[in-house]
């Protein structure tokens, strides 16, 4: 089962909950509290190599490639203001 991660609104305590994909992926702790859930960017390659974002070169491939997308889902509320996606 997949692995979701969730951040308690006051606390910012983190937890990992497996969910079937068909399941809603929300989590209400024993309080009546619903916590946010965490997005995660994924692990990526471009034509099967390994990117190194501390490498100039590679931060370079990877902004030109992604640049779009991510001014994109910025532009439509998708990516908060400190970079994360909501």
Sequence with gaps: MPTYSFEHPITKEIVDIEQSMSEE???ID????KWIRLFYSPQTSIKD?????NS???RNKYNSVYKKRYEYNKKKGKIG???KIR
Excluded: A, Q, V
């Design 81 to 83: 203001p400190n970079g």
């Design 25 to 27: 992926h929300t989590y």
């Design 30 to 33: 024993d309080e009546g509290i």
């Design 56 to 58: 100039p070169k590679d």
């Design 49 to 53: 190599e390994k990117i190194d974002l």
